[in-house]
T-cell receptor, first 114, second 111 residues
Framework: KAGVTQTPRYLIKTRGQQVTLSCSPI?????VSWYQQTPGQGLQFLFEYFSETQRNKGNFPGRFSGRQFSNSRSEMNVSTLELGDSALYLC?????????????FGPGTRLTVT | KQEVTQIPAALSVPEGENLVLNCSFT??????LQWFRQDPGKGLTSLLL?????REQTSGRLNASLDKSSGRSTLYIAASQPGDSATYLCAVASGTYKYIFGTGTRLKVLA
């Protein structure tokens, strides 16, 4: 099975712009989660989607949004970029079972805001 | 609110040593705990998943244990190799479908 893929891998944007990142989960996985990783804050949960519905959301401003399509692919959008949004954005997919779930991560998108 | 702590933050050991990485969490009501490895600038690679009903999991030279009542997990690496050098993260599935990550242990194995 192909792993989780994320596009683009690297992105440079200017403050005030907006950006859209894409994540394709492992085939058959219906849950997609997004995380932000920075040197100062570590890995922080952004949101989780299942069957096109956002089921949980982390403590991030409304500039961060996401969606999931019927094929389970997901996108996240950050509007009005700030310098502090520079980070590695990671996507994870999982397949739920009765005991919980295991997350599989993609390689990430490195976003630099100048 | 679930909080996850990893000790030590960094570790440097000579090749061949057995070592233990620690992970502590404040809320014992977890679904599972997962250990990951991250190489610099890369994504996370899953190492071991321990369900809440399990006490330990093993994969090759790796063994992870879980003690929910005390809020602790350990990752044991046997006969460490330079290729094991990476940052190791533990993550707790807590609440509704989200993982809380520790800050990681940066491991360096010296040849």
């Amino acid at each position: 099975k192909a792993g989780v893929t994320q596009t683009p891998r690297y992105l440079i944007k200017t403050r005030g712009q907006q950006v859209t990142l894409s994540c394709s989960p492992i085939s058959g996985h219906r849950s997609v989660s997004w995380y932000q990783q920075t040197p100062g804050q570590g890995l922080q949960f952004l949101f989780e989607y299942f069957s096109e519905t956002q089921r949980n959301k982390g403590n991030f401003p409304g500039r961060f949004s996401g969606r999931q399509f019927s094929n389970s692919r997901s996108e996240m959008n950050v509007s009005t970029l700030e310098l502090g949004d520079s980070a590695l954005y990671l996507c994870a997919s999982s397949q739920l079972d009765r005991d919980g779930y295991e997350q599989y991560f993609g390689p990430g998108t490195r976003l630099t805001v100048t | 609110k679930q909080e996850v702590t990893q000790i030590p933050a960094a570790l440097s050991v000579p090749e061949g040593e057995n070592l233990v990485l620690n992970c502590s969490f404040t809320d014992s009501a977890i679904y599972n705990l997962q250990w990951f490895r991250q190489d610099p600038g890369k994504g996370l690679t899953s190492l071991l998943l321990i369900q809440s009903s399990q006490r330990e999991q093993t994969s090759g030279r790796l063994n992870a244990s879980l003690d929910k009542s005390s809020g602790r997990s350990t990752l044991y690496i046997a006969a460490s190799q330079p290729g094991d050098s990476a940052t190791y993260l533990c993550a707790v599935a807590s609440g509704t479908y989200k993982y809380i990550f520790g800050t990681g242990t940066r491991l360096k194995v010296l040849a």
